[in-house]
């Protein structure tokens, strides 16, 4: 037997390499036998053309050309088959390939390298390129380019992006410079045939996107500036910039300032924006860019060149009353107190509780501002007989929370609001005029008026030197809130000597220091940085390790929010200050610098911090807010948001205490004012957490996901928790804080600081999200203790989430707007559906998160392309209105 099996023939053994040659044989036998009599007759003529190109005469292989074109031409395939043709011509490939090498006549050399090059894209190898090889040789002039259709053209600039890195790679400039000769005739044939998505990715390959602007037409432009801006935060610098530059150029182009301006905030060039400005050809227009301006909190009074009426739109002094109609019309101005929102009856509390306390009062006094934040009424402060009454139920810094409310509940009504905060001004008692003073902070934060009033309220307490230290401290601070993006010379002034003053206590010099950043935010400006790097390097540690002093390190950090790179010199004088507060202010400063920008590296960075074996106690803030870098550097982009609410869960697997408390505040910037239902259920699991600090930290994040929702599964899970800790007053405290940061504004408000279509960050609105955050991470020696102020500064990131239309008057005007969810229309072909699930509604009305507005009817045309905010609107002048039938 071993005999008979050793004498077999080895070319009967079947490996795998002849097992795949003997099937293929197979196939093709039973191919050639199954061809019907129509392929039969193709495969017949096609060898004829073929044995007709071999012979001599020029005029015959012209003939017999125009014979294969017609062929290929004329055969019809389904959308999933190989054209017959391009099939049985594969035999053939090698021999017209000879043939095109031996032939002399240039014309007929042409044609056959067209036809060629269609057949290189159907038996493309690797690395050859023949597609485009011959493409080169068959000329690509006067629309030869897209002779063969859209697939071979989508082919073509495959090989025209491979080929272009080659030559760079090679240096071959010359080569290169052809290829961008090619990509020039395709651009134009994918734009005009909705591949406008193919045109951006060629030219970028070819790092020369900036040319889509020469060939966008006004029924294409809109679509690939949509693709551009939406792929700008998934490309690396500085190319991100760039896409940004060349959207706003078309914009520009095509006279959309409105759609230029977000644009030229999120480059941060000031410059841009007056161009933008000056680009508007009416005043209506100019009054839109105000609007935006002033919602963004971009400061430029110059610009309006005395022209009050603009001017009084970016300094959004119209916001109260608006915001107070709105609430007319949704029936929202009855004042609201505290125990409405707790719901008490609901709760299963025992009675033993002590429902009077300092404590209770003061989660009461925050529910209450928080509620009725904007309505200028509530049922404590302004609505009871007497105010004095509620303020005393409170004691110490309780006190300054209870004067300070007067400031939210009054919020952007400047007029009034300092009505009722003036009495206050005169008491003798130092807290409760530390709370008017920061009242005056809240009330003209995000808008300004004419006589400048916090400026000239506050100035004088911040330089007498026989101002109590809280009076200071609260002047100080009011005066970051009122003037926070402002960039404002004589602010700092009074700000910057208290930084660097080491003779007074290290508090007042970091709440001057968050000012002063608060103040300059993004603006990179280094005299303020220099005098905060030279107060840390001149403070003892001692001073340095105070509960405030983190403040200093994130006012330095607010400098640079959005700027990226421009660090650099800071963080090595960083690097010299010995005390953990350095590394502290030098992960800050990254963190701010990358905000919202979804940069993957820097995630990286700080997810390495966060992993970190560390025994230092004071270290362990620096991993804190690594962690909340990991939150504020992804919370702009939906891939990045989904990829760190992953993350988050693995750093509560594994990460140390302090990584663990902070985690659910990370989790909370992430989606500040969006209840995503898996976020809600993870904070509500972390929120009965053993460490109390963990605990504490969820439930806060709780109200940040839902603040201003009214969420109503956010509601009961509250009121649970607080049934759960009546007895832990600090963690109750939490609660009921939470609780009213989800009624916030009555459900007529949002703190996400991303606005405009969720395209822009509002630097200021970030900012007023982060001093609560950072300060909740040490929540028992700040926020549960006698720093909850520090509460209020969400002030600035607080916004009705409203649309208000106006006419060109700026009157407001009841207009039909479609309200749903947004759809991602990007790179999507023709004018896709933007929203789903809508409704209509007549305007005013108010817009959820994740909710997009579109105008009803054609009666109107906005001034802007996102209906959010103030929109002006003008009449369509080819609007006919409908008759109804009778």
């Given at each position: 037997m071993v005999q008979k099996k050793s004498s077999v023939d080895s070319e009967d053994v079947l490996n795998p390499r002849t097992a795949t040659e003997k099937i293929t044989k197979n196939k093709a036998k039973d191919e050639k036998d199954e061809l019907s009599e129509e392929d039969q007759q193709l495969v017949s003529e096609l060898e004829?053309?073929?044995?007709?190109?071999?012979?001599?005469?020029?005029?015959?292989?012209?003939?017999?050309?125009?014979?294969?074109?017609?062929?290929?031409?004329?055969?019809?395939?389904?959308?999933?088959?190989?054209?017959k043709p391009l099939k049985y011509l594969k035999g053939h490939y090698a021999t017209l390939a000879e043939l095109h090498g031996a032939w002399s006549d240039e014309r007929n050399k042409k044609a056959l390298a067209s036809i060629l090059s269609l057949l290189g894209m159907a038996y493309d190898k690797e690395g050859k390129r023949d597609c485009l090889r011959y493409r080169l040789l068959a000329g690509y002039d006067d629309g030869q380019i897209s002779e063969w259709g859209h697939e071979y053209v989508r082919h073509l600039a495959m090989e025209i992006g491979e080929e272009f890195a080659a030559k760079i790679e090679e240096d071959d400039e010359e080569s290169a410079e052809m290829l961008l000769g090619i990509a020039k005739e395709v651009v134009p044939f994918f734009l005009k045939h909705n591949a406008d998505a193919d045109a951006v990715d060629l030219l970028e390959e070819l790092g020369h996107h900036e040319l889509i602007a020469d060939y966008v037409t006004k029924e294409t432009f809109e679509r690939v500036c949509l693709y551009m801006i939406s792929c700008s935060p998934l490309l690396a610098p500085p190319v991100d910039l760039g896409f940004l530059e060349t959207a706003r150029k078309i914009y520009g182009k095509f006279g959309k300032p409105a759609q230029c301006l977000p644009l030229s905030i999120r480059l941060g060039q000031p410059e841009l924006i007056e161009e933008d400005w000056e680009s508007c050809s009416t005043r209506v227009e100019k009054a839109q860019l105000a609007f935006i301006m002033a919602r963004q909190q971009v400061y430029m009074p110059q610009l309006t060149e005395g022209d009050d009426e603009l001017l009084a739109c970016m300094n959004?002094?119209?916001?109260?009353k608006n915001y107070r109609d709105l609430a007319r019309e949704l029936e929202l101005?009855?004042?609201?107190a505290p125990e409405d929102i707790y719901k008490s009856h609901l709760e299963n509390t025992s009675s033993d509780v002590t429902l009077d306390s300092a404590r209770h009062n003061?989660?009461?006094t925050f529910v209450n501002a928080f509620v009725n934040a904007g309505y200028g009424t509530d049922k404590l402060m302004t609505g009871a007989v007497d105010g004095n009454e509620w303020i005393y139920k409170n004691k110490d810094m309780g006190m300054l929370s209870a004067a300070a409310s007067l400031g939210m509940?009054?919020?952007?009504?400047?007029?009034?609001?300092?009505?009722?905060?003036?009495?206050?001004?005169?008491?003798d008692d130092s807290t409760i005029k530390a709370g008017a003073l920061l009242a005056i902070g809240m009330i003209t934060s995000g808008v300004h008026d004419e006589t400048d009033s916090a400026k000239a309220l506050l100035s004088d307490y911040t330089t007498d030197e026989s101002s109590p230290a809280i009076v200071k401290l609260a002047a100080i601070s009011g005066l970051g809130l009122a003037y926070a993006g402002t960039n404002r010379q004589d602010i700092l002034d009074m700000l910057v000597p208290l930084i660097s003053d080491t003779d007074i206590t290290i508090d007042l010099s970091s709440m001057a220091a968050l000012s002063a950043g608060l103040v300059c935010i993004g603006s990179g400006n280094s005299d303020v940085s220099t005098v905060i790097l030279q107060s840390m390097m001149e403070r003892v540690d001692s001073e340095l390790s105070h509960k405030l002093a983190r403040f200093m390190a994130l006012g330095l950090g607010l400098l640079y929010v959005g700027t990226q790179d421009k660090y650099d010199t800071i963080l090595e004088t960083l690097k010299a200050i010995t005390h953990p507060i350095g590394k502290q202010a030098s992960i800050l400063m990254q963190v701010c610098a990358y905000a919202g920008t979804g940069n993957v590296l820097e995630v990286q960075k700080m997810l390495h911090m966060c992993a970190e074996h560390v025994s230092d106690k004071e270290d362990q803030l620096s991993q804190a807010f690594a962690v909340l870098g990991v939150g504020v550097i992804s919370m702009g982009e939906s891939v990045g948001s989904a990829m760190s609410l992953r993350t988050f869960e693995h750093l509560m697997h594994y990460g140390e205490a302090y990584v663990r408390r902070t985690v659910p505040l990370a989790m909370g910037l992430v989606c500040a004012s969006n209840p995503v239902v898996g976020v809600v259920d993870t904070l509500s699991k972390f929120s009965h957490d053993n460490d109390k600090g963990v605990a504490s930290s969820a439930i806060f994040a709780m109200g940040m996901v839902g603040a201003g929702t009214n969420n109503a599964r956010l509601a009961q899970l509250l009121r649970q928790l607080a049934t759960y800790y009546q007895k832990d007053a600090d963690v109750l405290f939490v609660v009921r804080i939470a609780q009213g940061l989800l009624h916030m504004g009555k459900g007529t408000m949002s703190i996400n600081p991303y606005h405009h279509d969720r395209t822009l960050l509002s630097h200021t609105g970030l900012a007023g999200l982060l001093v609560p955050v950072v300060a909740m991470i040490s929540a028992e020696k700040l926020i549960l203790t006698s720093s909850h102020f520090l509460l209020y500064y969400l002030v600035r990131a607080m916004y009705p989430r409203f649309l208000i239309t106006l006419d060109e008057n700026l009157e407001s005007v009841s207009a039909s707007v479609r309200v749903g969810q947004a759809v991602d229309a990007v790179g999507q072909v023709g004018r896709p559906k933007t929203i789903t699930g809508f409704q209509t509604h007549e305007t005013p009305v108010l817009l959820g998160h994740s909710e997009r507005a579109e105008m009803a009817t054609e009666k109107y045309l906005a001034l802007t392309s996102v209906l959010e905010?103030?929109?002006i609107l003008k009449k369509n002048p080819d609007y006919v209105e409908e008759k109804e039938e009778d």
């Open positions: 004829m053309i073929v044995e007709r190109l071999k012979e001599s005469s020029v005029d015959i292989h012209r003939s017999a050309m125009e014979n294969l074109n017609n062929v290929i031409r004329s055969t019809t395939s389904s959308m999933t088959s190989v054209p959004n002094t119209g916001l109260s101005l009855d004042p609201k003061l989660a009461s509940v009054n919020l952007w009504d400047v007029e009034l609001g300092l009505n009722d905060i003036d009495k206050y001004l005169y008491t905010g103030f929109v």
